[in-house]
């Protein structure tokens, strides 16, 4: 059973004027659409076609198949990346994780600007991601496609900081188009529900 490319959550332009309806359609349709058939061709056949993403993404890092790993893990990524984010702003999280905020990060504004680093900071295309592990909440980057599930953190959501999630709107301004999400598009349900999930 070939893996299939999920419909945005959203309209194309729901996100504007923070993302172009133009920079999704060709993110979705174009690059996701793209990971998702080179991780098909590369299973199809194996033992590994029919297994759960998860199972393909940690089997290839296993057997250091660099090729199917960026692949199948950037359609994890993005599936990720589109609920990561909601045209139906949310300015808070629930309490209790507004506390582990306040712990981590010293409060929102700490967070954002932490956030913000770091997603900047990446040096070349990559991901930010807020997480939670062992000491509690964190902020990290990871390069091309690699994720935190690969270093035993949990995410709770993420910024894609390919140049293709933000050039045709902003250029090399990545900052800005960081500043949009964080301000204006970050789904706090959706971190809520991560952060509650990883207590089950
Ligand atoms: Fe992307």
Redesign the pocket.
């Known amino acids: 059973m070939a893996f299939e490319l999920a419909p945005l959550p959203y309209d194309f332009n729901a996100l504007e004027p923070h993302i172009s309806a133009r920079t999704m359609k060709f993110?979705h349709d174009k690059?996701?659409q793209g990971y998702v058939a080179k991780t098909n061709s590369a299973i199809e056949g194996t033992d590994l076609d029919g297994k759960d993403l998860e199972t393909v993404i940690r089997t290839a890092r296993d057997k250091s198949d660099q090729t199917l790993f960026n692949n199948a893990a950037?359609v994890w990524?993005?599936n990720f990346?589109w609920t990561s984010m909601t045209p139906t702003k949310r300015a808070e999280p629930t309490p209790e994780l507004a506390h582990a905020i306040d712990d981590a990060f010293g409060g929102m504004s700490g967070f954002r600007k932490i956030f913000k680093e770091v997603a900047t900071g990446e040096f070349g295309s990559g991901w930010a991601w807020l997480v939670v592990g062992d000491d509690g909440l964190d902020v990290m980057s990871t390069s091309d496609a690699d994720l935190p599930l690969m270093h035993g953190k949990v995410p709770l959501v993420c910024c894609?900081v390919?140049e293709?999630?933000y050039y045709l709107d902003y250029q090399n301004e990545r900052g800005k188009f960081v500043d949009g999400f964080l301000e204006n598009l970050l789904n706090w349900d959706f971190a809520v529900q991560n952060w509650e999930k990883r207590k089950s």
């Open positions: 993110h690059h996701h950037q990524n993005h990346f894609d390919w293709h999630a």
